[in-house]
Every structure is written in C-alpha cells, then in structure tokens.
C-alpha cells in the first residue's frame, strides 16, 4: 500500500469511527432526555367515575403526582355550583385536596372537609366555608371522556371549573 492510499485509508477509517461515535451519542443523548415510560405514566391518574363505586355524599381520595385528589358525587340536597363537574343528571366536585391555607390534607366530615392544622372548612364544593383558608380547594387539570377523568390533561371542563372557583 502507498502512503497515500494508507492516508485515505486511514482517513475513512477515522471518518467511519467518528460517524459510529456520533450516532451513538445522539441515541444516549435522545434516550437520556426522554422521559422515562414511569414518568411520562405519573403525570397522568385515570379515574372512570362509573367503575369506583362512588357513593353519594361519601368522597373518595385519588393520588394524582403525589397530591391527593378529592372526587364527591353530590347528593340531590347539596347545593349546585358553578365550579361543579356535571356528567348526565349527576353533579362532581372535583379537588386538589390541600388546604389553601397551609397545605394540610383535610379530613371529610358530615358533609365538610375539615382542615386539623388550623380548623379551616370547606363545603361540598371545595369552597372555604370557615378559618383562615383564602380560598376555595383547587381545581386539578383534567379532561373527560364519557365517565373517566384523566387527571393531569386540561380538558374544558376543568378550565370552567378553575374558572368559577376563580
Ligand atoms: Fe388548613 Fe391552616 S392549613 S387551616
């Protein structure tokens, strides 16, 4: 071999490394700033309202990325609102469950949420009713499909929620 087919040689060897080296790097560099399946499934809680068994006037809690979320189906003798989620002739509330307060996780009681922390309440709406609490429980982002909540995906049913708790 000539030294100059040894250099071309040579310089396509380099080149054809260099260019493995690089798509390497690109695939470890794509996988390591794509979310990870476990996170990209944290982000959203599925919740089919017909499926849980809820009962009226009795909340049930739900953990959406680490935060509790309270779910009411409200009895005929609860007062409607604006801020309610309504499917068919049924109407929601639907909460993050701390306290606007400080952040404690009220307890539900005869029909209010009850903060220990500080003795805030909040009706079955998730509007503060009582204490220091400044506002009404918040409104999480969901969307609806027929009975399932998808929490973590802004629907417009949320949005009118937020909106009315506002
Ligand atoms: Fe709930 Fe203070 S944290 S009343």
Known sequence: MSNTNRRD?????????????G???LVGMKQAWDPLPS????????????????????????KW?????FILEKTAEMAA??????????R?????????????????????????CHGGEFDATGKQTFG???KPLVTPPFSVNGTVLTLGEEGAESKAMMAARA
Request: aromatic share 10%.
């Open 81 to 90: 609102y604006d801020g309610d989620l309504v499917l068919g002739d049924k």
């Open 132 to 134: 220091p609490p400044p």
């Open 65 to 69: 990325r680490g935060k509790p979320i």
């Open 23 to 25: 798509a390497a790097s």
């Open 92 to 116: 929601y509330t639907v909460a993050i469950g701390l306290c606007t307060h400080l952040g404690c996780i009220p307890a539900w009681k005869k029909d209010v949420w009850k903060c220990a």
């Open 9 to 21: 040689f040579l310089g396509m060897s380099f080149a054809a490394v260099a260019a493995v080296g």
């Open 39 to 62: 996170v990209l499934a944290a982000g959203f809680t599925t919740v089919d309202l017909a499926s849980i068994g809820l009962v009226p006037g009795e909340p049930q809690t739900f």
